[in-house]
Nanobody, 117 residues
Framework: QVQLVESGGGLVQAGGSLRLSCAAS????????MGWFRQAPGKEREFVAA????????DYVDSVKGRFTISRDSAKMTVYLQMNSLKPEDTAVYYC??????????WGQGTQVTVSS
């Protein structure tokens, strides 16, 4: 099993920054990719960013390109999402997820990000 714990959410004004962290623990050898998703009220959960185990493959949803950066610290088994130039439409619960290949198999409990205008 894999456990994921997110932290770093909060309330920030538009234009501000936040850094989310996702600490992974458990049986991690099978994990090939880590990702961030978000779900706003009344909307479906959407993909935000992903990073491969090696860090060589990174992907973002178009709406965050140039503003968000995903990274990982293998020694700390932690994945980060640096969010800059935040907009009110970035308001959502952000979830960390881990994949064994194909879809995502493990999810964190989520952390709230609220961007005020």
């Amino acid at each position: 099993q894999v456990q994921l714990v997110e932290s770093g959410g909060g309330l920030v004004q538009a234009g501000g920054s936040l850094r989310l962290s996702c600490a992974a623990s458990g049986i991690l050898f099978s994990i090939t990719r880590m990702g961030w998703f978000r779900q706003a009220p009344g909307k479906e959960r959407e993909f935000v960013a992903a990073i491969s185990r090696s860090g060589g493959i990174i992907d973002y949803v178009d709406s965050v390109k140039g503003r968000f950066t995903i990274s990982r610290d293998s020694a700390k088994m932690t994945v980060y999402l640096q969010m800059n130039s935040l907009k009110p439409e970035d308001t959502a619960v952000y979830y960390c997820a881990a994949s064994r290949g194909g879809g995502y198999h493990y999810w964190g409990q989520g952390t709230q990000v609220t961007v005020s205008s």
